[in-house]
């Protein structure tokens, strides 16, 4: 499957605990986009990367969330302190680097906080 | 900011029928408006595209048509069939790629 990959599926942790995503584009890809979904609402645009650069960062997204695209290729999402709102589908998506490109979206990480 | 607004959020529609959905978006910086539509626990696939180039494009028994001037577009499905239903999201996004998507539409095709 050359499609964008995301790990793990399904992660279900307490309060307060850390958790991490991992997403792997597809490989020719240089853009990677991070957004959360939750039940009944559109995907909200969290991070995108441009190869390894993190070009922009939602203002709505809060301190405890960080995410890194070290060389260029997967990417990770953290999430510290854990709280009850953070309960959600985190997508990956990835899409070639020219204006307007299809963006392709993995299956997701579903997060469920206790 | 970003913000595009959909509409209606369920439609009912019977088999063969056409179902419409709208959507607004305010960021004048928006130059492509893709529609994705997503089944019940799976990831949003793309069914069809427009860019802000072009008022209208048509794919089979969808089609999709752009007023750049009112910042409006909308998605056309005609001849619907059972496997029409799901949810549908339109979304609005600038040359870096970036979408802003509307809330959905849940489109449900009866025999």
């Known amino acids: 499957d050359t499609g964008v990959s995301q790990n793990p599926r399904h992660k279900i942790t307490k309060r307060g605990q850390n958790v991490t995503f991992r997403c792997d584009p597809i490989?020719?890809?240089?853009?990677l986009y991070w957004y959360r979904q939750t039940l009944g609402q559109g995907p909200e645009f969290l991070t995108y990367?441009?190869?390894?650069?993190?070009?922009?960062k939602s203002r709505l997204l809060s301190d405890r969330f960080s995410a890194e695209r070290p060389k260029g290729s997967f990417s990770t999402l953290e999430i510290q302190r854990t709280e009850q709102g953070d309960s959600a589908m985190y997508l990956c998506?990835?899409?070639?680097?020219?204006?307007?490109?299809?963006?392709?979206f993995g299956e997701g990480s579903r997060l469920t906080v206790l | 900011g970003e913000n595009v607004e959909q509409h209606p959020s369920t439609l009912s529609v019977q088999e063969g029928d056409s179902a419409v959905i709208k959507c607004t978006y305010s960021?004048?910086?928006?130059?492509?408006f893709p529609w994705y539509k997503q089944e019940l626990g799976k990831r949003p696939q793309l069914i069809i595209d427009?860019?802000?180039?072009?008022g209208e494009k048509k794919d089979q028994r969808i089609a999709v048509t752009l007023n750049k001037t009112a910042k409006h577009f909308s998605l056309h499905i005609t001849e619907t069939q059972p496997e029409d239903s799901a949810v549908y999201f339109c979304a609005a996004g600038d040359s870096w790629g970036k979408l802003q998507f509307g809330a959905g539409t849940q489109v449900v095709v009866t025999p």
């Open positions: 960021d004048s910086a928006s130059n492509y």
């Open positions: 427009i860019r802000s180039n072009v």
């Open positions: 990367f441009q190869n390894e650069a993190q070009l922009e």
């Open positions: 490989s020719e890809h240089n853009r």
């Open positions: 998506a990835s899409s070639p680097d020219r204006v307007g490109g299809e963006l392709f």
